[in-house]
């Protein structure tokens, strides 16, 4: 698989705008969003990984195959965070029984 | 023709396939499955930073005002940069120029030197403020107002995340080194050619991961603090 040679400018231009979008993110840490600071700071580190995926890894001249392994890594990752925190953000939803939270030791005659 | 000779035909392309390109298929594939469990590697340290993060909220931004901002900042400039001078070596492999190989995989090494000593300098600066969990948690003045609201256990379970996440980056990057080294010696031998390069091309896929990884480590970790 021989990737095309990409010109030397097209290294610096994606490297000065990582430099721009650290600098952003940075300035936004200062300022009140309230949970948009999150957000904010999540989106601007997903296009830096965008960024440097597809240009210095070389993702967009890479085959369909390595494409896909990489998606399907994301996905599960996904996967992962999604199913943790849906447990952990319902598990208040419905009360556990009182019969659980008794702390004496059921007694057996 | 005898096999050496024809293997010698065919520098750098292992007996176990056809010709270049298939192995340099197979060399891509390989390094994208690795970084895949990687990805769940590290994943698995997100994920529970996600639960603790929402679980002890006000720890955490606590906890995240105590680091210096500006060193994080600088660091992902430098670790930018490093991915840079990485991309550059293997355009430069690609171009069989040897002399800016060698100069750009030595770049990337003296940036990545260059993070890991501002790292050790971060590491230090937690002992001096007692903020290490387990080794030396005793936070005072400043630093105790600043992480009491939140609660100190709940505090230390921040800096417990801190040096797990940032420790594993950092072993990331010495092994990383490594890989740079041995792709200097072997540049220096002359063993990379137009077609065959893809050891370089596979450590630089390996090293622009790490930085991935520290593109989401900087916002995640210095810049929760509330600073506004």
């Given at each position: 698989m021989s990737h095309p040679i990409v010109p030397q400018k097209t290294y610096v231009l994606i490297f000065v705008c990582l430099i721009g979008l650290t600098i952003l993110t940075t300035g936004v840490a200062?300022?009140?969003?309230?949970?948009f600071n999150t957000v904010a700071a999540l989106a601007i580190a997903f296009s830096k990984m965008l960024l440097v995926v597809l240009f210095f890894m070389g993702v967009r001249h890479s085959s369909g195959m390595v494409k896909i392994v990489l998606v399907a890594g994301f996905f599960w990752l996904a996967l992962l965070i999604a199913f943790t925190m849906g447990d952990y953000h319902t598990r208040s939803w419905t009360p556990a029984p009182d019969s659980w939270s008794n702390t004496a030791p059921p007694t057996h005659p | 023709m005898t096999d050496a000779e024809a293997h010698a035909q065919h520098a750098?392309?292992?007996?176990?396939?056809?010709?270049l390109e298939q192995q340099q298929e197979a060399d891509f594939l390989g390094i994208w499955v690795f970084l895949v469990t990687e990805i769940m590697f590290f994943g698995g340290l997100f994920a529970s930073y996600a639960i603790y993060r929402w679980l002890y909220f006000a720890a955490f931004q606590g906890g995240s005002h105590i680091l210096d901002i500006r060193l994080g900042a600088a660091n992902t400039i430098v670790l930018l940069g490093s991915s840079l001078t990485m991309a550059l070596s293997v355009r430069s492999a690609q171009t069989g120029n040897r002399r800016a190989l060698v100069l750009f995989l030595v770049s990337t090494m003296i940036l990545g030197g260059i993070f890991l000593g501002v790292k050790a300098y971060e590491y230090n600066q937690k002992f001096v403020e007692h903020v290490?969990?387990?080794l030396d948690w005793a936070p005072e003045g400043e630093t105790l107002a600043r992480l009491a609201p939140g609660g100190l256990n709940h505090a230390e379970m921040y800096f417990i995340f801190y040096f797990a996440m940032t420790g594993l980056h950092a072993v990331h990057m010495i092994i990383g080194m490594g890989l740079l080294l041995w792709l200097v010696l072997r540049a220096r031998k002359d063993s990379f050619t137009t077609s065959y390069f893809a050891p370089v091309e596979v450590v630089g896929l390996y090293w622009h991961f790490v930085d991935i990884v520290w593109i989401f480590l900087f916002p995640l970790l210095y810049l929760i603090g509330g600073r506004y």
């Open positions: 200062f300022i009140d969003l309230g949970p | 750098g392309v292992a007996h176990q396939f056809e010709d290490v969990p387990g």
